[in-house]
């Protein structure tokens, strides 16, 4: 059997001290909740906050990606299809590996919580401090 971590519990507060990443077009920012920056080796989660027809830069992972629509409405896009599906508040939406997606919000904004799975390393390489 291989030696795995000690199971840690621990409480992050997505409102203090996150740092984020610039992967967001227009006004909004991506906060980066949970990767390796914090000790997260399995998984990965980004606050996104989009505000009216923000949007993401596409984005391209090595592994699966899953996203929470916490709250607003917007969009997920295949960049490279051009193809869209609509999204609102309690959507869940699964994003394959190696597939070139983006997220748009709506006249609303939106919201959402998720990220690749494992961490995507390339992700974090311009993260930057989380504020006080």
Known sequence: MPDLPIPRV???????GCPEIP???GEGNAKVVLSPHNGAT????????LKENART?????????VYYVIEGAGAIVDAAA????????GHMVHIDAGDLYRIEAGATGIKVLGGPCPPDPSL?????????
Do not use: K, P
């Open 57 to 65: 830069i596409s984005l391209r992972h090595v592994s699966n990606c």
């Open 42 to 49: 399995f998984r990965s989660f980004q606050l996104v906050t």
């Open 23 to 25: 992967i967001v077009e």
């Open 124 to 132: 974090y390489a311009n993260m930057t401090s989380g504020e006080g």
């Open 82 to 89: 051009g193809s869209r599906i609509d999204l609102a508040e």
């Open 10 to 16: 621990r409480v992050i507060d997505s409102a203090v």
